[in-house]
Each structure stands twice: as structure tokens, then as C-alpha cells.
């Protein structure tokens, strides 16, 4: 993965709620942002139950959304 | 207790001592003394070679709380501190210092050692790797020591740093204790960072794999200074000696800041016969190097100097004819090695001689042009290149200070932007060099000139640069990035970083 | 002001970190590709990313132009509903015929009816890449109103005719005299293939000054490197701006003594010559080599 991007893998869980794993190299400057737009998004496309792991390299806040909307497309 | 730059510093720090805080560039007194060096004379019929490092650690006056002094040449392909040092340990000795002008990820084993005790001490200049994040967490007694190339210089021969046993890593050797960089296996070239140590150290071991028979010429470490020889398989890994760093950079964005920052340089109207320069050996430095040596040509202009770690870019305007000097500490490359062994223009200089501000006048003071690089730079243009914004230790002064100090035009060239991180802020991470040295902040999307030059706002008002305040770019860095959340640290001080006078321009506390 | 299109850079769609540099490296236009730059099994990803790229991102005084998929593909008209909807600069429509750009043209009208945009302000430029394209260029042209230039694609060109492409260019030399000829009738943008060795500069300002003496308007580039150097062969020289100045000032002379002609240096000044100089000045206030004041007299 280049720097700049975030790599985003879903899969559904039992549990009806939204799991999210999150690395990232700026996650103590940017940690709570990152969390923050993956969250809106996946609630803007109206999932629940769903298991996201994120690896982010300095990915802005359009990048994230981007890829966790692919993702969420993807795997419907 | 406050430095001018207002950082709030304890008056004593344990395992430092006390504290004189940064009041300037040049502000300390300037009647120095050069302590006196203490040593045991060789007679006609004592011999210098020793069978190994166990018959030499048997002869040297070891003892418990030394501090033994390495030189940072063979890079990231350092053999000899990891050996002494295991040497050492296995002696049962403890509460070593060590001072190496530089640490690289290599000495990872040394971390090791600073968990069980051996190690509590470290002085250095720049430390990256393992070892830096180990003094980051807080694992070493005492806070490291973080220093210049020059401050270093100034600091042993001071006797603010006094080294007991000085081990010298040296390509070759002879048996009578005659050092040189530029034959043997693991060529470095110029030896720089080994002067100082050699000349003032209590004790001075050279340590080869390349033991040639007297006198091994060229010189670069004198008979006079060693006391034992000693001689080992191989003292360093050509791969990590020459390192990747110092390639051309193809990113586009690191072009256009090189092209901006050689139009400023000349917009400053540097660019004139007998002028000097020094660039680091990162990728944009060196693209700025490339820009100015177009210019130099197309104007027919010849340079007294360029300075420095050398390059391969730079051997090259120095066999173009367009310096008449290389002023070489270390070489970073096999060109770089092959000119100074081969060109007589090509000239060797200590640490000392480098940036150390306490002699009669060292080569930074004679730079007109510096290329620097920067982590962090905060509204005042201070820069941190000593500290990620997370708080670890990821390098430190090197010569940023020394040459930031010395040169008409200071330049930091440096991408806005970093994998999310906004390069500006209000407040830097670490203090590394102090604002008033710095002149010029190039990014990708704007320059920003300090301030304090306005002869250089004026003459660069007169070209389409876009100019810009440094407020101006920290605001449209975080447009872009949103504004990052400070990272706390906790109280310990783990780190304390000397200016090149020996004052504290910052401290480094420990990471959560 | 019209904006100038001396060089237009191509930046692949799905790289985050080259979409947020794209406005500065000194492009008059970016394309945006999520064409031959993404391979098929990222074009969902490239297309929504390049999507909140120019929601998010701010390109400034630069043109954003997105290069769709062929709408022969299951890509390029869900790329047009997609990206038309953030409003981009312009659409770039590749292997364009009459045809290609009218659906697109009411694709836009439709969406811009439904997003509230000024109907007509997404412009087109039209990829001429296959033999049937560029014998009906004149007509591609005329297609839509949108149509604000015409980029010539020599790669898939020649192999269209299946011939030989040449770093020297001679086998499109039909092609860009016929897209020139046919973009300047219509008034509109011509825009040279790119040089496709990005080592080579020389060989950019050679094959750049060919294209400019064929009557194109404008380059191509895959990398920044290359800007530079359009720009420089398409900027008026100093020796073309003086001239250009001096034919003008003649003129206003001639106006003032109330001469219906005018001569300059011993030779008549007749309407076409007039034409040209403001053409250069015109150019140079816009490229920022005079001030309006300078151009104005």
C-alpha cells in the first residue's frame, strides 16, 4: 500500500454492531478523526453488523471515506 | 528557569547536572580553554599490536563508569561498538557511557545492554533506530546527550566530555597506530569524526582489518595518538557504510521544492564567483543541488566551496569545475571516497575544524548557502529534527546547528505535508536549531521568509515566488490535514539536546 | 479571462497521495485518468475516490479535467453519472465519435437539471484516438456545445491503422494537421499526445515545437517533469512580443494621424497581422510576461 492510503477489510459479525480495528501511523495525532469519518460513513450507508479492519498511512479524511464506502460495495 | 526561546528547563538535571539555558546563537562568552590531555608515552621498544580486543581490554585501565567514545563512519555498517561493547559487558563491567557521534539502527544489541545496566550513559549527535526508542521509553539511567557535530567537537576538547578509552574503527591501520579512511574493505574515506576523540581521549585503541605494515599512508589519524592496535575480522559491512540515501529523488513534489529553493538562492544573489554551499545528502537536498548547479553553469560561475558530508552530485560540480574545494567530513558515497583518495581539491576536515564554535574560526562560519532538512518547524522557524511529532527520537543535530548558524542563507526545504502531518506548528516537538539561524522555508505550496531578513523579503518580493507567511502555511497545511492532537509525554526527562555552545536549547521527555 | 490549456498532466485516478499534489505541480490542466491508469479491478475504487477528490479537495485557479472509461465499457457511463455529479471542470470522453459525445452531452443535461448546475458548465474535451474519430473530428467538434477542446491520442491511433508509432512522429503528422485545422475553424483547444520517454527532454521540446508549428494549442504530459518545457515552447518569445507590441503601436500612430493604413519597418500592417499581435499580447498578459497596462496602449 502506498503512503497516503488506507487499506480497509469488512466482514460481517454477529453482533449487530459496528467493530472497528484501527493501526495507523499517525494514530496519536489523527486517531479519534480516523474513527470518527470510518464510523460516519458506515452509518450514511446504513450498515450494522459489520467488522472493519483498518491499516492507514496518513490517509486524509476523503481517502478514508472513499475506501471504507469501496469496501462496504464490495462486500454487498 | 526559561531559555530565550521560552522552554521552561530545571535548573539541575540528574545524571546531567546543571543547566545553562540557550540565550542566542552567539551569545556565550568567548574566552574558551582547551583542556590538557593526559597521557602514557611510547617508548622505542613497546610494541602497539596486540593479539585481540581481549589482550587490549587487559592493557586499557577499564573500570566501572567510563565513558568510551566511538566514531560514526562505518554508519549503519558499524561492527566495532556492538564488539567493544559486548567485550565489555562480558567483563562485567557497568555504567558505561558511551559517546558516539552517531547511532544507527545496527547497534540494536546496545539496548540490551542499557536494560541490564551496562550501559546508563549515551552522548551522541544522532540517534536513530532501535536505541532511540529505547532512550525514548525512558530505559536508559541517565538522559542521553544529544549534541552537534561541532558541539561534540567543543565538548571533548573543552573537557566537558572527557573519554577514557577512545576506540577507533579504522579501515586501515598500521602497527604503529597510523590511521586511514580510504584503503581496506570497509573504505569510509574521510575520518572526520575520529579526530577529536583520538586526540583527547585518555586512551586510544585502533581497531582494523586492514593491519598494513608502517606507515600506512595517507595519514588521517596520526601515530601519536594511538596507543594499541588491534586487529579483527571485519570491522564494518561496505553495504551499510555506503548507504541508499543519497540517490536522486524522481517525486515530483521534491522537484518542485528543489527548483523553488534554487530559484530563491539565486534570487538572493549568493550565486556569484568564490561562493560556498552545503546540502544534506536526503533526496530533495540533493535535487537542490542538481537546480543549482544548472544555474552555476548557465551563468559561468565557479564556487570556492561546497561542504560537508560529500556526495556523489558534489564530486561532480567539483570536477565541473564549478567549486574549487570539496571540504569533506565524511563521505556518504564510493564517489565520494574515490575523489578525496584521487583529487587533492578534495579536502579532508575534523568535526572540529567542521562546525565546533569554540576555535579560531570553523568552515561553517565561511558557508554562504545551506540546504537543511526539518521534522517540524514551529511559527517562530525553530526546527526539530531531533523528535517525530510523536515524541520519539528519530535523529538529532548532526551538523543542522553548526551550519545553520555559520551560513549567510539557511535554507529548509521540506514537503508541507508528511503522511497526514502538517511540517508547521505552533509549537515544535523539539527544539533542535533555534529560529534566528534559519532564513527560509521552502515547501511545495509556498516560501516563507523569517522575518527577521528583510533585505531577503525584499529581494525575493521581486520574483513570481509565492511568498507566504509561515502562519499563512501552517493554516493551509491543516486545511488539508486537519489539526493533529499534541501528544502527551510524561515528566522524565530522557533526552537532554546541548546547542553547539553547550547550553540547553531543549530537553526530550519520555514517551506514553 | 479564458484559461489557458498550454499543458494538461495526466495523474492516475486511484493514488491518493498524487490527487492531493495534483493542483501544484504546475500544470495548467490535470486529467484525472480512471481510463488506462486503473486496472480493471480498481475502477469501482479509482472512480470514488477521484469523486471525493473533487468534493474535497481544493485544485484552485487549476482545470480538473476526469478522463472516463469508453462508454462502450461497463465502466464509462457509470464513471459520467458518478463524477458528473461533483462537478468537474470538464470530462474527458476517449475513442470519441459524434455519437459518444452527444450521449454524453445529454447525460449532463439531465444531471445538471437534477443537481441545481448552470446547464452547459461541465465542458468536454473530446479524445480522438481512432481513424473514424479523426476523419470526423470537424463534426465531433460540433457534437455538443460543450466541447471546449479536442485531445489527440496517437497511441491508440496508430493502432488503429495498425502502424508504427515513432518518436519522430512522422505517421501522425496527417492527424494534427487535420485535429489543428479543424479546432481552430471551430475555435477551440487543440491538445498534442503526450511524449511518452519522460527522460528525454530534448526530444519534449522537439516533438513539442513540431506539434505548436503545426497549429496546436496545447501538450499532453505523464509527468510533471515535462510541464516546463510545454510551457516554455508555448510561450510567445520575447523577439515574437516586442514585434507584436511595435505592430500594435503602429497602429494606434496610424489611428491618431487618422491614416487608413499603417506600415511598419517598410511593410504593410494588414488585418491578419493585427490579428496575430494581439494574439501574443493577449497570451502574454495571460501568461503573466505584461501587465494588462503594457498590453493596453
Known amino acids: ?76 | 528557569m526559561k531559555t530565550i526561546l521560552g522552554r521552561e528547563l530545571p535548573d539541575y538535571i540528574e545524571g546531567y547536572g546543571e543547566v545553562t539555558p540557550f540565550q542566542g546563537a552567539f551569545k556565550d562568552a568567548r574566552i574558551k580553554t582547551r583542556v590538557a590531555v593526559k597521557l602514557t608515552s611510547v617508548n622505542p621498544s613497546d610494541q602497539k599490536v596486540l593479539a585481540n580486543l581481549e589482550e587490549a581490554f587487559d592493557k586499557l585501565n577499564l573500570k566501572d563508569g567510563m565513558t568510551i567514545s566511538f566514531h560514526h563512519h562505518l554508519r549503519n555498517g558499524d561492527h566495532v561498538l556492538n564488539m567493544v561493547v559486548e567485550g565489555l559487558a562480558k567483563r562485567g563491567l557497568k555504567d558505561l557511557t558511551i559517546a558516539a557521534s552517531s547511532i544507527f539502527p545496527i547497534h540494536e544489541p546496545l539496548v540490551a545492554h542499557i536494560e541490564n545496566g551496562v550501559v546508563t550513559g549515551l552522548v551522541s549527535n544522532y540517534i536513530s533506530g532501535p536505541v532511540a526508542e529505547a532512550v525514548s521509553k525512558g530505559k536508559l539511567k541517565k538522559p542521553a546527550l544529544m549534541q552537534t557535530h561541532g558541539g561534540r567537537s567543543r565538548a571533548i576538547e573543552s573537557g566537558d566530555l572527557h573519554i577514557d578509552v577512545a576506540f577507533l574503527a579504522a579501515p586501515t591501520a598500521d602497527t604503529y597506530g597510523n590511521i586511514n579512511g580510504v584503503h581496506g574493505k570497509a573504505a569510509c574515506g574521510t575520518l572526520g569524526y575520529a579526530l577529536s576523540d583520538a586526540e583527547f581521549a585518555d586512551q586510544t585503541v585502533a581497531i582494523t582489518d586492514n593491519l598494513v605494515p608502517f606507515p600506512a599512508c595517507p595519514i588521517q589519524v596520526s601515530q601519536v595518538f594511538v596507543d594499541y592496535v588491534v586487529q579483527i575480522d571485519s570491522i564494518g559491512d561496505p553495504a551499510g557504510i555506503v548507504s541508499g540515501t543519497t540517490k536522486m529523488t524522481k517525486d515530483a513534489v521534491a522537484l518542485i521544492i528543489a527548483k523553488r529553493a534554487a530559484e530563491v538562492i539565486k534570487a538572493s544573489g549568493l550565486v556569484k564567483d568564490g561562493m560556498s554551499f552545503q546540502t544534506g545528502a536526503g533526496g530533495t537536498s540533493l535535487a537542490v543541488a542538481a537546480e543549482l548547479q544548472e544555474i552555476m553553469q548557465r551563468e559561468g560561475v565557479v564556487g570556492s566551496f561546497a561542504s560537508g558530508g560529500i556526495t556523489g552530485p558534489l564530486v561532480e560540480m567539483l570536477e565541473a569545475g564549478l567549486f574549487k574545494t570539496l571540504f569533506d567530513v565524511q563521505c556518504f558515497d564510493l564517489e565520494a571516497i574515490d575523489s578525496y583518495r584521487s583529487n587533492a581539491t578534495h579536502q579532508a576536515m575534523s568535526a572540529s575544524m567542521y562546525g565546533n564554535p569554540h576555535t579560531k574560526g570553523a568552515v561553517v562560519n565561511c558557508l554562504d548557502i545551506m540546504i537543511l532538512g526539518a521534522t517540524e518547524i514551529d511559527t517562530n522557524f525553530n526546527v526539530n529534527v531531533t523528535t517525530g511529532s510523536n515524541g520519539v527520537i528519530i535523529g538529532g543535530s548532526g551538523g543542522h546547528s553548526d551550519t545553520a548558524a555559520g551560513a549567510k542563507l539557511s535554507i529548509v526545504v521540506t514537503n508541507l505535508i508528511k503522511a497526514r502531518l502538517p511540517i508547521i506548528k505552533d509549537q515544535v516537538t523539539t527544539i533542535t536549531t533555534p529560529g534566528e539561524s534559519i532564513d527560509v522555508v521552502v515547501t511545495e505550496r509556498g516560501i516563507a521568509v523569517n522575518p527577521r531578513r528583510v533585505d531577503l523579503i525584499e529581494k525575493l518580493r521581486m520574483t513570481n515566488l509565492p511568498l507566504v507567511t509561515i502562519e499563512a502555511l501552517k493554516i493551509m497545511a491543516e486545511k488539508i490535514t486537519g489539526i493533529p492532537k499534541d501528544v502527551p509525554t510524561l515528566e522524565k526527562i530522557v533526552a537532554v539536546v546541548e546547542y553547539r555552545d553547550g547550553s540547553v536549547i531543549d530537553v526530550v521527555r519520555q514517551i506514553k | 479571462m479564458q484559461k489557458l490549456r498550454r499543458s494538461m498532466l495526466f495523474m492516475p485516478g486511484n493514488n491518493p497521495g498524487m490527487l492531493q499534489d495534483a493542483a501544484i505541480l504546475g500544470a495548467d490542466s490535470i486529467i484525472l485518468d480512471l481510463e488506462d491508469a486503473v486496472s480493471l479491478s480498481e475502477k469501482d475504487s479509482a472512480r470514488i475516490l477521484v469523486r471525493e477528490a473533487i468534493k474535497t479537495i481544493d485544485y484552485s485557479q487549476v482545470e480538473v479535467v476526469v478522463r472516463v472509461n469508453p462508454l462502450d465499457t461497463d465502466y464509462g457511463a457509470l464513471d459520467v453519472e458518478v463524477i458528473a455529479r461533483v462537478k468537474p471542470d470538464t470530462l474527458m470522453i476517449p475513442k470519441a465519435n459524434e455519437q459518444e459525445i452527444k450521449l454524453v452531452d445529454q447525460m449532463l443535461n439531465q444531471i445538471e437539471i437534477e443537481e441545481g448546475y448552470v446547464p452547459g458548465s461541465i465542458k468536454l474535451i473530446a479524445l480522438i484516438e481512432t481513424a473514424l474519430g479523426l476523419e470526423n473530428v470537424y463534426n465531433v467538434i460540433q457534437a455538443s456545445k460543450r466541447v471546449v477542446g479536442v485531445l489527440l491520442g496517437a497511441e491508440d491511433l496508430t493502432s488503429d491503422l495498425g502502424i508504427e508509432r515513432t518518436k519522430e512522429g512522422q505517421e501522425i503528422f496527417y492527424a494534427r494537421n487535420k485535429v489543428a485545422n479543424a479546432c481552430r475553424a471551430l475555435k477551440v483547444d487543440s491538445i498534442d499526445t503526450p511524449f511518452t520517454d519522460t527522460f528525454d527532454c530534448e526530444g519534449l521540446a522537439k516533438d513539442t515545437t513540431k506539434a505548436k508549428s503545426l497549429g496546436l494549442t496545447g501538450k499532453s504530459a505523464i509527468n510533471p517533469r515535462q510541464i516546463e518545457i510545454i510551457h516554455s515552447v508555448f510561450a510567445p518569445t520575447e523577439a515574437e512580443l516586442k514585434h507584436a507590441l511595435r505592430v500594435l503601436d503602429a497602429m494606434e500612430e496610424a489611428k491618431k494621424e487618422g491614416k487608413g493604413v499603417c506600415s511598419l519597418d517598410g511593410k504593410m500592417i494588414d488585418a491578419p497581422i493585427i490579428n496575430r499581435a494581439n494574439c501574443t499580447v493577449d497570451q502574454c498578459i495571460r501568461l503573466g510576461l505584461i501587465s494588462g497596462e503594457d498590453g493596453a496602449r
Open chain 1, 1 to 76: 500500500m502506498e503512503s497516503n492510503d488506507i487499506l480497509i477489510m469488512v466482514m460481517p459479525n454477529e453482533s449487530g454492531k459496528v467493530e472497528l480495528e484501527l493501526e495507523s501511523i499517525v494514530i496519536q495525532q489523527f486517531g479519534d478523526v480516523i474513527e470518527q469519518v470510518i464510523l460516519d460513513k458506515v452509518k450514511e450507508m446504513n450498515v450494522e453488523g459489520i467488522t472493519i479492519k483498518a491499516q492507514d498511512k496518513g490517509a486524509l479524511d476523503y481517502t478514508i471515506g472513499a475506501r471504507v464506502e469501496t469496501a462496504i460495495k464490495r462486500a454487498m
